[in-house]
């Protein structure tokens, strides 16, 4: 039975958190048609949202992912006449790297497309009540669906130099910046870095790779493209660092504590949600010396490495899979439809 269509904006294989999300949703359920959007959004241009509105109709229910349906306009979406649910990885206005005229910009919009839908799915408890207090989106409306976790065997995590593994595109967002400075303070320590992400931001990945050869961190630092075997990834490593600003959820923090690795992070965003004290340590956005610190903690007591390790999967498993998750979503689809 058809359960509506899901609307997505760009390459449904770009190896990102949200399409990671998309993907894994769609392949968990069948009855749910995968709309492929232009890929500008979240700035659109005329021609794109002439497009859109001619993809998005139909009948039945219609799930849009977040970065299209916050730059979506609301008379576009009225004139749609079909249920319209949104799917919220995280606000747009949050990205990193916005001036206040593009983030408040976003801000309306997303806030005016919010409030013309039946349902509004987040992908972690922190989004939900970011939506409700900020947003005027009613608790009534919202479903948290927190993303699936599949079962990973937990990583050896005996490398001599340890290998601090870095999962995530290169954007603003995830600061490798931030964590190139924290890693000039550990030069007296034995690791290598392994750094694997997508780059929809090219000229952002530039300036990652030139800040790291300026430092003389080339041979220490090795700067990878997405990767399709993650367990592989997971198992080569010995811990896991990434100093994101902000996250929607995290998903790679729940896989890494899955492969049984110690998380060093930040605070931002539902990071707290998704990694419990007892399994790494979180710092706050952008501290370079307090990442340091506590890279160098777990570096240096591999007592303390191991404890965090063992909380980390404990926690890990009891994560929701990717049918529990698809589940939920299906439950909201069908709601609308009524």
Do not use: N
């Amino acid at each position: 039975m058809s359960l509506g269509d899901f609307a997505i904006p760009g390459d449904l294989e770009m190896r990102t958190g949200g399409y990671a999300y998309d993907r894994h949703v769609l392949a968990a359920l069948p009855g749910l048609r995968h709309v492929a959007l232009p890929g500008s959004f979240p700035a659109p241009t005329d021609a794109d949202l002439e497009e859109t509105r001619a993809l998005l109709s139909g009948h039945g229910p219609v799930m849009i992912d977040g970065l299209a349906l916050g730059a979506t306009p609301v008379a576009l979406l009225e004139g749609l006449e079909r249920p319209i649910v949104a799917l919220c990885h995280h606000p747009l206005a949050l990205e990193t790297g916005l001036d206040a005229v593009q983030a408040e910009a976003l801000r309306a919009s997303e806030t005016a497309a919010l409030g013309v839908v039946e349902a509004v799915i987040c992908t972690s408890t922190t989004t939900a009540r970011i939506l409700a207090t900020e947003y005027g989106v009613d608790d009534a409306r919202i479903t948290v669906a927190e993303p699936g976790l599949a079962q990973m065997d937990a990583a050896a995590r005996q490398g001599e130099p340890p290998v601090i593994l870095t999962v995530g595109s290169f954007t603003p967002r995830k600061g490798h910046d931030v964590l190139i400075e924290a890693l000039l303070r550990l030069e007296d320590l034995p690791w290598q870095a392994r750094w694997i992400g997508a780059r929809p931001d090219e000229e952002w990945a530039a300036r990652i790779e030139a800040r790291v050869a300026e430092v003389g961190l080339t041979d220490r630092i090795a700067i990878e493209g997405a990767a399709t075997d993650m367990a592989a990834v997971y198992a080569g490593a010995d811990l896991f660092c990434l100093p994101s600003h902000y996250e929607g959820y995290g998903m790679v923090f729940a896989e890494a504590m899955m492969a049984g690795l110690p998380i060093i992070a930040c605070a931002g965003g539902a990071v707290p949600d998704v990694v419990p004290a007892t399994a790494g340590r979180l710092t706050e956005p952008g501290d370079a010396r307090a990442l340091a610190d506590s890279l160098r903690m777990v570096l240096d007591d591999g007592r303390v490495a191991e404890r965090m390790a063992t909380a980390g999967r404990a926690h890990a498993l009891s994560l929701p899979t990717w049918a529990e998750t698809a589940a939920r979503i299906a439950d909201v689809l069908e709601g609308v439809r009524a």
